[in-house]
């Protein structure tokens, strides 16, 4: 195996870990608004995800890093064909990170409730777009013999790309559910295991249609075995969750992102952007990489601090691990906990 194929792989693995972790971070954003009864809820929702949400961002960050230093052309063609849908992902992040911040900063309601408003958009609208953006890249775009993206924004918005969209915000969602099933106690818990069934049962109807899409326009045997992996692991989170054993339930929910993810890389693969113009014109893992050098200097850097920083990402969620609920939350009011507002 050449070393570009080693960090294609690689480049595979850090999205993929990139969606598990910030899957259920935005699903727990986006049941901010759907799932909480009042302040108190909402603040443990927050807090369950508090410790740990900017650090599960590393992975996208290092993804891109990897991206644009092992797969140059790549990046190039990939940042500028989608400049408006990443421009919009990168201010959502943005103001996500800031409203965590800053909504505890003042008492007033009013404050409160703005930066909660901007954490559920700000988690609703990247979760829709990361799978419009992917499934885009696997469908392939226009792109010209000088490896430029020629094509518009409305091509990027095509039947397949938007159910892409779709399949990642309801997944995430249930993901996010899992998670709050896992991490919660009280009514909440028992709140969040339903609203898994709901948003599970609709994610296996788009993503089943998704998938199978995929496979018969770009798959192969490897994509195939792992669209099995994914709607095998998605039953199982179904089942798992339905008998309250919300440990395995988030385990399976995270293996079919990682198997949804990985089948569209493997779907994708040698290519990592189809030219829909001309085939020869597809940028692929041979042409769009690095020097053979850079490509070994970074696998050196990384064996060096991959490790560190999983270590350390696995420390914080040990810390972390406890069960929350609006008992824990100062100053909770029973009352308020009614207050849908």
């Given at each position: 195996m050449e070393l570009h194929d080693v960090w294609f792989v690689l480049i595979a693995v850090l999205w993929i870990g990139y969606f598990f972790l910030e899957g259920f971070d935005f699903g727990i954003g986006i049941l901010t608004k759907t799932l909480a009864r009042g302040t108190s809820e909402r603040r443990v929702l927050i807090n369950t995800i508090g410790p740990v949400w900017d650090g599960n961002e590393v992975w996208?960050?290092?993804?891109?890093?990897?991206?644009?230093?092992?797969?140059p052309d790549w990046y190039a063609t990939l940042f500028s064909g989608f400049y408006?849908?990443?421009?919009?992902?990168?201010?959502?992040?943005?103001?996500?990170?800031?409203?965590?911040?800053?909504?505890?900063?003042?008492?007033?309601?009013?404050w409160q409730r703005n930066w909660e408003e901007a954490i559920f958009w700000t988690?609703?609208?990247?979760?829709?777009?990361?799978?419009?953006?992917?499934?885009?890249?696997?469908?392939?775009?226009?792109?010209?013999?000088?490896k430029n993206f020629v094509g518009t924004l409305w091509d990027l918005l095509n039947p397949y790309?938007?159910?892409?969209?779709?399949?990642?915000?309801?997944?995430?969602?249930?993901?996010?559910a899992v998670f709050a099933a896992l991490k919660t106690v009280g009514d909440i818990r028992e709140r969040a295991r339903a609203t898994a069934l709901r948003t599970g049962l609709v994610t296996a109807v788009l993503a089943a249609v998704f998938l199978i899409w995929t496979q018969a326009d770009h798959g192969n045997g490897w994509s195939l075995a792992a669209l099995v992996t994914a709607v095998?692991?998605?039953?199982?989170?179904?089942?798992?969750?339905?008998?309250?054993?919300e440990g395995w339930a988030f385990a399976l929910s995270g293996a079919t992102i990682v198997a949804a993810v990985a089948m569209l890389f493997l779907a994708l693969?040698?290519?990592?952007?189809?030219?829909?113009l001309n085939p020869d014109w597809s940028l692929t893992v041979g042409n769009a990489a690095s020097s053979p050098y850079t490509l070994k200097l970074m696998t050196i850097v990384a064996a060096v601090f991959t490790p560190i920083?999983?270590?350390?990402?696995?420390?914080?969620?040990?810390?972390?691990?406890?069960?929350?609920g609006v008992q824990h939350i100062p100053g909770h009011d029973p009352a308020a906990a009614l207050d849908k507002a």
């Amino acid at each position: 195996m050449e070393l570009h194929d080693v960090w294609f792989v690689l480049i595979a693995v850090l999205w993929i870990g990139y969606f598990f972790l910030e899957g259920f971070d935005f699903g727990i954003g986006i049941l901010t608004k759907t799932l909480a009864r009042g302040t108190s809820e909402r603040r443990v929702l927050i807090n369950t995800i508090g410790p740990v949400w900017d650090g599960n961002e590393v992975w996208l960050l290092t993804a891109g890093g990897a991206t644009f230093a092992a797969f140059p052309d790549w990046y190039a063609t990939l940042f500028s064909g989608f400049y408006i849908p990443l421009l919009v992902i990168l201010v959502c992040l943005i103001v996500r990170g800031v409203a965590f911040e800053y909504r505890a900063k003042r008492p007033e309601p009013r404050w409160q409730r703005n930066w909660e408003e901007a954490i559920f958009w700000t988690s609703l609208i990247p979760s829709f777009l990361w799978g419009v953006a992917f499934a885009n890249i696997v469908r392939g775009v226009d792109i010209d013999a000088q490896k430029n993206f020629v094509g518009t924004l409305w091509d990027l918005l095509n039947p397949y790309a938007l159910l892409g969209g779709l399949v990642t915000l309801v997944l995430f969602t249930f993901h996010g559910a899992v998670f709050a099933a896992l991490k919660t106690v009280g009514d909440i818990r028992e709140r969040a295991r339903a609203t898994a069934l709901r948003t599970g049962l609709v994610t296996a109807v788009l993503a089943a249609v998704f998938l199978i899409w995929t496979q018969a326009d770009h798959g192969n045997g490897w994509s195939l075995a792992a669209l099995v992996t994914a709607v095998l692991a998605l039953v199982g989170a179904l089942a798992a969750n339905q008998r309250a054993r919300e440990g395995w339930a988030f385990a399976l929910s995270g293996a079919t992102i990682v198997a949804a993810v990985a089948m569209l890389f493997l779907a994708l693969f040698p290519d990592v952007m189809p030219s829909t113009l001309n085939p020869d014109w597809s940028l692929t893992v041979g042409n769009a990489a690095s020097s053979p050098y850079t490509l070994k200097l970074m696998t050196i850097v990384a064996a060096v601090f991959t490790p560190i920083v999983l270590l350390y990402q696995g420390w914080t969620y040990w810390v972390f691990r406890k069960r929350i609920g609006v008992q824990h939350i100062p100053g909770h009011d029973p009352a308020a906990a009614l207050d849908k507002a």
